[in-house]
């Protein structure tokens, strides 16, 4: 950006120019206006509010202890069905996200219709939620790891090459351009310029949407794609409290071993 | 110069505008001779990085012809054009090597125009080619170690070496130089236009060069052509540069830098 | 330049195989047939699942109109946003001291432990899940919700924040303490103009999110669109879930065309 941070007009110090002051200001005043909005319309039913104290400690002193021998045969095959879950349905987005990637970025392909259709895929796929895809995708195939896989995948296209593909615009220019200039060909220019620049992007990217998608697998069972998420559901169907405490703290262990093992990954690519 | 060996690139009324009626190049006309060190010089902005960079259709040429072995530049298209730039090689102010990749990737990316893709995919290069990479390495002034060190632990001057030995992979029938010099210390840029001059000689290629030192142009080029305000207002051999012509190519004595 | 077998030999190799690396591909490429082969994932079921994907399709188009569904679509959509507003607002607004006590240079450590504990734990559980628990403490309905969101909100927010707290510049501050300022004063002159173009930035994305997580909490009983879209779901009206679909996702583009004109102001 190539604004001036201030304004330094004759004596007269301004930190922000009027459109910038007038923007501020509007955006403050509809956030409180919104706020407020929302909180004289929202229903909030006072009875519920009451015992809510009660309800909360009567949760936990219900899920406490955890019901452990419920384990090895029920939870260990439905956590490894979502680490599987997690990982092919990542795996796949990336298949699909990297080509379109390359499409949507501006600087390696000039065409802005292929441009657009790439972004729009993205922007699509995004706004959808994981579970919503897997509702569809349960309506397709039927209940199982199959939807839950796909849902993973679509949901992920748009993450991945949004954030993938802002990598690749800021590959450097100069780069292409040598090896442009010395005859290769568009597809030599991608493996020996480009991806070279965009590989560590490409990898902590890729990790760091697999990290959310463990997260995101473990809730789809409670739409029947597969996963703890089944065991969760049933056992909340049938009031097994012990049996959800057991597992939310397994989903728990699970999410903060993935975090630190992904963090630590990525911050030594970077 | 003697028109000798014949020309190797013939520039006729080339005309270059960025935007309708602000003409950057204006009617250049030029003949290139199949050796020697070409040196242009002149202020910023006057059209030298445009000129070499039509050359190699960089940049499009709004108008004119550019005769390079028998076909015209300027009318090149796809694979066409790809051929034809093979046989051209460039060295960028910038050096604008792959930082990731090592020296020895580097310099094989010179040959990606003529390899099968699979090939650099694999990383299986022809032993004839890496021999020929590790003999350029040595050629350019860098010791065999260099090969394996990845290309953003060098130096500048290092970095320009890979750059020319890039170049010089392609087997070019001419090489263009966009401001070789200007991101390096004044030893170096010795260095570097010295190693451009001997690599003039020894492969009896011809180079272009785009520069803003005027001394260097004159110690190291057979042939200055001083451009000033989008058209050639010199040229001829160093020593026919005298002040006068500085003077009506940089505007005043503002040329002594 | 001689190119006999002798000087050959004395060159190093140009590339080294990297059996770790390759290694790793050729164990990701077994890995990926047998989870394939466990959940049955297979290009087949793909494919033979084409026919019901084409009829389920054409039940959902044209998406139904009527009166009555938009109606309860727009309430629907209403609570949405509401629940995305609160929570937010009220997510942003409490993160910002539980980051300050998270960040390790500006408070003690007991405190900045104890902090990143509550968002680590904040930040594990999917919203969804959260929801459930509140459902079950605070009722059904669109509070749960908000709840839930400003869980995920605190987790965010929280962590992303601290990291900015903690990547502050100290020689800015000590230049704006050295003045004599108060702890305040020093806060507004020195630290706040580090950070809040990256706050609100962090702000508008987690609008964002929290406005597509509150469309799916419904479907647990946490209010918004979600219990209309999973209503209408089991009902096999997929004509009303196509609305619903077209809906959300022109909002949340919206939302994000909003987001990054915001950043545009606040750089």
């Known amino acids: ?270 | 110069m003697n028109a000798a060996g014949g020309g190797v690139l013939s520039i006729t009324g080339l005309f270059k505008e960025y935007r309708s009626g602000e003409p950057v190049l204006k009617n250049i006309n030029l003949e290139i001779e199949a050796s020697g060190v070409t040196a242009i010089i002149g202020p910023s902005g006057t059209g030298k990085s445009t000129l070499i960079r039509c050359i190699n259709r960089l940049v499009d040429p709004t108008a004119g012809h550019i005769i390079f072995r028998g076909e015209d530049l300027s009318q090149l298209k796809g694979k066409a054009l790809r051929e034809a730039r093979c046989h051209i090689g460039m060295v960028f102010q910038e050096y604008n090597l792959v930082e990731r990749l090592t020296v020895i990737e580097n310099v094989l990316c010179g040959k990606l125009g003529r390899l099968p893709i699979w090939r650099p995919l694999l990383r299986k290069f022809s032993d004839q080619d890496i021999t020929r990479a590790f003999d350029l390495i040595d050629s350019v002034g860098l010791s065999q170690e260099f090969a394996s060190r990845r290309a953003d632990a060098l130096s500048g001057g290092q970095r320009q070496r890979v750059g020319i030995a890039r170049a010089l992979m392609q087997e070019p029938s001419l090489i263009l130089a966009d401001e070789p010099t200007s991101s390096l210390d004044p030893k170096t840029s010795v260095e570097i236009m010295e190693l451009l001059d001997q690599v003039s000689r020894e492969r009896e290629v011809p180079v272009i060069v785009n520069i803003h030192n005027v001394d260097l142009a004159r110690r190291f080029a057979s042939r200055i052509i001083g451009m000033s305000a989008g058209q050639v207002v010199f040229d001829g051999p160093p020593d026919a540069l005298q002040d006068t012509h500085l003077n009506e190519i940089y505007g005043g004595e503002d040329w002594q830098a | 330049m001689s190119h006999t077998a002798v000087g050959l030999r004395a060159r190093p190799a140009a590339f080294l195989v990297h059996w770790p690396s390759r290694l790793a591909w050729i164990g990701l490429g077994l890995y990926v047939l047998y989870a394939a082969g466990q959940v049955n994932v297979s290009w087949d079921r793909i494919v033979s699942g084409m026919p019901q994907a084409a009829k389920l399709f054409g039940r959902m188009f044209p998406p139904n109109l009527a009166a009555d569904k938009l109606d309860l679509i727009t309430t629907g959509m209403l609570e949405t946003i509401q629940i995305a507003v609160i929570a937010t607002v009220v997510g942003v607004l409490l993160s910002l001291p539980l980051s300050v006590m998270a960040a390790r240079n500006l408070s003690p450590g007991w405190l900045a432990a104890g902090a990143r504990v509550f968002i680590a734990v904040c930040r594990s559980f999917h919203p969804v899940i959260v929801s459930i628990l509140f459902v079950k403490a605070v009722g059904f309905g669109a509070l749960a919700g908000v709840l839930a969101l400003i869980v995920s909100s605190l987790g965010f927010i929280g962590k992303l924040f601290a990291e900015v707290l903690e990547e502050l510049n100290e020689k800015q501050v000590e230049a704006i303490r050295s003045t004599g300022a108060g702890f305040l004063n020093v806060l507004i002159m020195a630290v706040l103009p580090q950070v809040f173009a990256r706050f609100i930035g962090l702000s508008a994305y987690q609008f964002d999110s929290n406005l597509r997580n509150s469309t799916m909490v419904g479907i647990v009983g946490g209010g918004g669109i979600g219990a209309a879209l999973f209503t209408a779901y089991q009902r096999f009206d997929y004509d009303v879930v196509l609305t619903i679909l077209i809906v959300i996702i022109v909002l949340i583009m919206l939302a994000e065309l909003l987001a990054n004109n915001l950043k545009k102001i606040f750089r």
């Open chain 1, 1 to 270: 950006m190539n604004r001036p941070l201030q304004i330094i007009n004759e004596r007269h110090w301004e930190r922000f120019s009027s459109t910038e002051r007038i923007g501020r200001s509007a955006f403050y005043i509809v956030t409180v206006v919104a706020f407020i909005w929302a909180l004289k319309k929202i229903e909030v039913i006072p009875e519920f509010l009451y015992d809510a104290p009660e309800q909360t400690a009567d949760l936990f002193k219900r899920m406490w202890p955890f019901d452990w021998k419920f384990y090895p045969d029920n939870i260990h095959p439905a956590l490894i069905e979502t680490f599987h879950i997690a990982t092919l349905g990542t795996l796949i987005s990336l298949l699909i996200a990297v080509p379109l990637a390359f499409l949507a970025a501006r600087n390696f392909t000039s065409n802005k219709t292929l441009n657009w259709i790439a972004q729009f895929i993205f922007v699509s796929t995004r706004s959808v939620n994981s579970l919503i895809w897997a509702l569809l995708f349960v309506a397709i195939f039927g209940p199982g790891a199959l939807a839950g896989v796909l849902s993973i995948a679509f949901r992920s296209i748009g993450f991945v090459g949004k954030l993938f593909g802002e990598a690749i615009e800021e590959a450097n220019r100069g780069t292409i351009e040598a090896l442009t200039a010395s005859g290769a060909p568009r597809s030599m220019v991608l493996v020996k310029g480009y991806w070279p620049q965009v590989s560590p992007a490409f990898w902590s990217v890729a990790l760091l949407r697999w990290d959310i998608n463990i997260r995101e697998s473990a809730v789809l069972g409670l739409v029947g794609a597969g996963g703890i998420g089944v065991a969760l559901d049933s056992a909340m169907n049938n009031l097994y409290w012990d049996q959800v405490g057991l597992i939310l703290a397994i989903i728990f262990t699970v999410v903060i071993i993935t975090e630190i093992v992904t963090s630590s990954i990525r911050s030594r690519i970077l």
